[in-house]
């Protein structure tokens, strides 16, 4: 199962969303997650120091294990900044590298979590026709509710491509009692894509990057909405006593 975390919009959560549905879904079974980003942030979020990265593996597919590291259950495989030129520039070769690396994947990992830039180009592309799920965070806000429209206009051109891929919507960093905020919220409800509940504006956000953490340790209130989002993606989930995510195939 492939799901890829993906918004045409910067600084709306898409790495803490994605990190953090790896957390999840990694005590579970076999989990991957992939940094289609090449800013780095997977890396410094989880505290890594990769040999290698998917970049280089794309060009050179022996450096595939080197570009690993284990972390929580997770395998995790980061972007690195010469991802950047693949991503808009990538021959049938590396392409053709890629797809092979996404088979693979889905033959070892349950689970293959896809985080990505929100400037996306021939590899994003690619793995949005492969995911099984889009989750497409959203934060609060004019430019953002404009951003969100255009993220779905360009989902529903992959559906094209890929009938059934699911596309589930996450609100994110909402502050209750803000007009703008509750507005958007409004609006989310309404659209019928966005899972129950959000993620709320919370210092446990920041606290989860420092202590390197899964947030649903350090706030209750996230768990909600990740065992709403495991409804959406046809994944059995239920919260146990200690408020620790369960998760079923």
């Known amino acids: 199962m492939i799901i890829t975390v993906f918004a045409l919009k910067g600084g709306v959560g898409k790495t803490f969303i994605a990190t953090n549905l790896a957390w999840a ?3 579970m079974g076999k989990t991957a997650l992939l940094e289609l980003d090449y800013q780095e942030s997977v890396p410094a ?7 290698s990265y998917l970049a280089d593996a794309l060009t050179d597919p022996k450096k595939l294990r080197d570009a690993m590291s284990v972390v929580d259950n997770i395998t995790v495989i980061p972007g690195g900044p010469g991802l ?8 049938e070769k590396v392409l053709g590298n890629f797809n092979s690396l996404l088979t693979a994947l889905g033959k070892h990992f349950d ?24 989750v497409v965070p959203a934060r609060p806000g004019v430019l953002n509710e404009v951003s969100m429209k255009l993220t779905l206009n360009l ?20 502050r209750k009692n803000v007009k703008v905020h509750e507005a958007f919220l409004k609006f989310a409800e309404g659209s019928g894509m966005f899972v129950d509940g959000y993620l709320p504006f919370s210092t446990a956000v920041e606290k989860s ?11 209750p209130r996230f768990q909600a909405v990740f065992t709403s989002l495991f409804t959406r993606l046809g994944i059995q989930s239920k919260v146990n006593v200690n408020n620790a995510v369960e998760v079923e195939a």
Do not use: C, Q, W
């Open 84 to 91: 950047f030129k693949l991503e808009f520039e990538a021959g």
């Open 155 to 174: 989902l529903e051109k992959v559906r094209m491509v890929n009938r059934d891929l699911i596309v589930v919507g996450v609100v994110n960093a909402l």
């Open 209 to 219: 990057e420092v202590l390197k953490k899964p947030v649903t340790e350090l706030d």
């Open 111 to 134: 689970y293959i979590v896809v985080d990505t830039h929100n400037n996306p180009g021939l590899l994003t592309e690619a793995v949005l026709e492969h995911s099984t799920a889009v």
């Open 25 to 27: 879904l990694g005590g």
């Open 45 to 51: 979020f989880f505290g890594i120091h990769p040999v």
